[in-house]
Each structure stands twice: as C-alpha cells, then as structure tokens.
C-alpha cells in the first residue's frame, strides 16, 4: 500500500450549500498542531497552495475540482501581522469573535485589504461588532448553542450586513430544512452521517440489490456465478464493474468480457471491494459527499489497520462501509444489521464500538472530525495522518472510477 505524507495532520469537514453540494471545506488540526500549522502558512507559498489544493480537491461531474478551505488561526497570528503564503483564492480565514479584542482590528483589516475572505466563528449578535460585521464575509452560528427562538432572530438581525449565515453542528435533516428556511445559506454538522428514518419504508430495487450483494460478499466462499446473478439485476453494475475492470489502472493484457474472467485476474477481494462500491454508489440519492465520506472512512480503516496490524485490513474496510450505511440507505442500522449475515464482530465493531475493530473505527471518527479527545503517540499520529491523506486521494479515484470516466 502507498503511504502519503501529510505534515500537517489535518482533517477535513465538509461545508454545504442550501441544495447540499460541497462548496468548501474546515481544515481541522488538534490545538498541540497550531504552531506547526501557523509555521506552514507562512512558509513557501507554492508548497502551501499545493498542499491545501490537494487537500480540499474533490471529484465532481468529470473533474476534480479544488474547494477554497476555511482554517482558524490564532490570535498570537493574527497580533504578528503575518498573512498566509497562501493564495486568497483557496483560503477562508476563520477568526473567533471571542478572541478578536479591539486592538486586532487593524490587524484584521490588513486580511481583507490583502483580499483574504473572513469567517466570524462562535457568532454572538452584538452592536460592538458593528465594524467588524461589515469586514467579514461569513458568520458561523453554533446552533446546539442557543435556542430555537434565538436562531430565529439572528438572519434578521444581520440583514444589513453582506454576510452569508452558516449553521454549524446540525443534527439532523429536519434541523437542515429548517435553518433552511429561516435563512441561512451555508451549513456544517453530521446531520448527513445520520439517517433520517422513514417509518414504513420499503426499500427501492437498487437498495434492495446492495443488501443482497453484501450479504453475498460476506461469504468466503461465494462464486462468481452467484455474484452475476445478484449484479444482472442491476445490469449497469456489471457494466460499470468490467469498465473499471478494463481500464488503464489494471493495464490487463486482454479484453475482461465477464465477471468470472474478472475474477480469475484480479481475485476475489478486488472484485467485492468495487463491486461493493458501485453498488453503494448507485443504491441512493443521497447527496455525492456521503458516499465520498464512506470510502474516506473505509480507506482509512483498511489503511491504518494494514500499518498497525492490530485488525485485518479486509474487516476494517468493511466496518468503514457499513458503520454509515444506515444513513446512505435511510435505514435504521439495527434493521440494517439484521438482513446482512455479518459477523458478530463487525456488528459490535459499527453499533457499540467494541473489539479491536470497534475501537479501530471509533478513533478514525474522532480523528476526521478534530475531535480533541483523539491522543496518541507521534508515531501512531503520523499514521493516521498518512491514512488520511491516502484516504482522500483515493476517495477520488474512485470517484472517478464509479463514475465510468476513468480513461
């Protein structure tokens, strides 16, 4: 397996419009990395750009497609007058507004003039900020921080400023659709992650494939055969899989013209490992950015697993799939769990966190959202960072390659 570095240790969180496309990603780093991110910044801008493009570059209707990054820095930084190497295109500076006391004011100016976008965070309302307000581009609201009647009232209150109001730490789909309509335009949270529960639901006829296939690819022993006959009932995964099969990543001598042939040169894991993917792929209608966030985490499982040898790599791809299937399918995951013959250990590992494996995919959670709790030894850091990164490089590719554009 590959192993890409990343110095930095960065994490990232998606930022959605209103329609729930990506259009930016928070860098996300563990306060004991500020120094060494804050260094970087204002290091080679070249090496800068290059770094964070490939960071926040994502697949998207044929093309990768580089998203501007919003990343705090801190007072110490802001009070330095330094200003990042970085191009003002591809950074959103994200200020807390508990920390910007008057005398950073002109500090902060020189961001703007510099043509830098500004992000308040942690947003209070409050008439002191007045200049300030008229600075920034973006305020983030913490909505699991104030009341509904509170929330209600801060569009509003900003209407005479041209900034953009972004929810932060939405729950749910409904908490969306309702922030939605009061006004806000930008959104942040794990409310994708979590499934909205449709009682009485049946499953579509895609969905219905991907439960089936999964079950399949859960025996050691399934041929082939059996896998056509799951995949025929979805003829363009057959398609997509032999396209994927045949392209210039594979460089096979001859023309794969069916699934047993496929099998024959790739083996087995190859083969489920796509056609798992492209049956995830095209089972929902769920926005893009989940099934981007499930072979992140699949990734990363399988690649920290391989580097620390503590669970096999095999299993921890799986449980990365699974632990967010429930929310691509709309599914409760104990319902879930109960139509797919896993291992009691896989349903421990994705449900309750327990066992090697569970502990494995509870750490990689924490450590793609920030989470500050997440300690470990610099050698066990370095990684998880380098999972990471592979883990996002290859979440591309296989974008690419699900989409059938893979040349």
């Known amino acids: 397996m590959e192993n890409i570095s990343d110095p930095l240790g960065l994490a990232r969180q998606p930022i959605f419009d209103k329609h729930l496309n ?40 044929g093309a990768l497609k580089a998203l501007p990054a919003f990343l705090s820095v801190s007072e110490n930084f802001i009070r330095s007058g330094a200003l990042p190497a970085l191009s003002r ?53 913490d909505v699991s921080k104030h009341s509904d009647t509170e929330i209600q009232k801060i569009p509003s209150s900003l209407a005479k400023y041209k900034v953009t109001c972004l929810a932060d730490n939405l729950e749910s789909q409904e908490q969306f659709e309702q922030l939605s309509q009061m006004g806000f335009r930008l959104f942040q949270g794990p409310f994708l992650a979590n499934p909205t529960i449709v009682e009485g639901k049946k499953l579509t006829s895609s969905q219905s494939v991907v439960i089936h296939l999964l079950a399949a690819l ?26 994927i099969v045949n392209s210039a990543k594979y460089n096979l001598p001859n023309q794969i013209e069916s699934l047993t042939q496929a099998v024959v040169a790739l083996g087995m894991n190859e083969i489920n490992k796509w056609a798992t993917l492209l049956a995830l792929s095209s089972s ?47 599914i409760d995951q104990s319902t879930l769990l109960s139509q797919l013959p896993v291992s009691e250990e896989i349903k421990d590992a994705i449900s ?25 030894p610099i050698e066990v850091r370095e990684i998880y960072s380098s999972s990471y990164a592979e883990a996002l490089r290859w979440s591309n590719e296989a974008m690419q390659m699900m989409e059938g554009e893979f040349q």
């Open 22 to 61: 990506v259009v930016a990603y928070e860098l996300l780093y563990m306060s004991d990395q500020q120094a060494g991110i804050e260094k970087f910044l204002t290091g080679d801008q070249e090496e800068c750009n290059a770094f964070i493009t490939n960071f926040t570059s994502i697949y998207h209707s």
């Open 89 to 141: 295109h591809n950074l959103v500076i994200n200020l807390s507004q508990n920390t910007l006391s008057p005398e950073l004011f002109d500090k902060v100016i020189s961001y703007v003039e510099a043509g830098f976008r500004l992000v308040l965070d942690d947003f209070v309302f409050d008439d002191n900020y007045d200049a300030l307000l008229r600075l920034a581009d973006i305020v983030r609201v």
């Open 218 to 243: 859960q025996d050691s022993d399934v041929s082939p055969d059996v896998l056509a006959d799951i995949m025929a009932r979805d003829p363009q995964l057959t398609f997509k899989l032999l396209k």
């Open 284 to 330: 929902s209608q769920r926005p893009t950015e989940l099934v981007r966030q499930i072979l992140i985490t699949a990734r990363m499982c399988e690649f920290v697993a391989y580097r620390t040898q503590e669970v096999d790599y095999d299993l921890a791809f799986i449980c990365g799939i699974l632990s967010m299937l429930d929310a691509l399918l709309e």
């Open 352 to 376: 309750a966190y327990e066992g090697p494996a569970g502990k494995l995919l509870h750490a990689i959670n924490l450590y793609m959202v920030g989470h500050p709790s997440v300690e470990m």
